[in-house]
């Protein structure tokens, strides 16, 4: 009788595994995973510091500039709280999405995207993240 019992036990959890590791968790709580991740979040802390590295060489002319410099100066000036701030439109962004890896340790979960990829990100999300309005 135990035999059977855990025969059958263990046929159902085979099949519940089998279903339950092709079924795929939805974009949002994928990205999410990704945002809280201090692995990732160490990654974006740094590229942004480039980024506004980069904003503050920028010609006083640029449009939404003093925005835009006005959150470099944030960023330059707490990075990580930027970064944590940052990390949740920044994973939505066509660079990050579907790049998800590892899943064992929450905090040591990351991108696949190189920096590269993530720097461009950044740069384009820039004038939303500096709250510049530009109709685009």
Same mark, same amino acid.
């Given at each position: #009788?135990?035999?059977?019992? /855990?025969?059958?036990v263990?046929?159902?959890?085979?099949?519940?595994?089998?279903v339950?590791?092709?079924?795929?968790?939805p974009?949002?709580?994928?990205?999410?995973?990704?945002?809280?991740?201090?692995? +990732?979040?160490?990654?974006? #802390? /740094?590229? #942004?510091?480039?980024?506004?590295?980069?904003?503050?060489?920028? %010609?006083?002319?640029?449009? !939404?500039?003093?925005?835009?410099?006005? /959150?470099?100066?944030? %960023?330059?000036?707490?990075?990580?709280?930027?970064?944590?701030?940052?990390?949740? #439109?920044?994973?939505?962004?066509?660079?990050?999405?579907?790049?998800?890896?590892?899943?064992?340790?929450?905090?040591?979960?990351?991108?696949?995207?190189?920096?590269?990829?993530?720097?461009?990100? %950044?740069?384009? +999300?820039?004038?939303?993240?500096?709250? !510049?309005?530009?109709?685009?």
């Open positions: #009788m135990r035999i059977r019992i /855990y025969g059958t263990l046929a159902v959890l085979m099949v519940w595994l089998s339950g590791l092709s079924a795929q968790a974009e949002s709580t994928t990205q999410m995973s990704l945002a809280n991740s201090l692995q +990732f979040r160490t990654r974006l #802390m /740094y590229l #942004m510091t480039q980024q506004a590295r980069t904003v503050k060489a920028e %010609v006083l002319n640029t449009s !939404c500039h003093s925005l835009r410099s006005n /959150y470099a100066n944030t %960023v330059i000036g707490n990075p990580s709280s930027a970064a944590v701030n940052a990390a949740v #439109m920044m994973v939505g962004g066509v660079n990050l999405i579907g790049t998800v890896i590892g899943n064992t340790d929450p905090d040591l979960i990351d991108s696949s995207a190189t920096d590269a990829a993530i720097l461009s990100q %950044v740069a384009t +999300f820039w004038n939303a993240l500096s709250t !510049c309005d530009t109709g685009v």
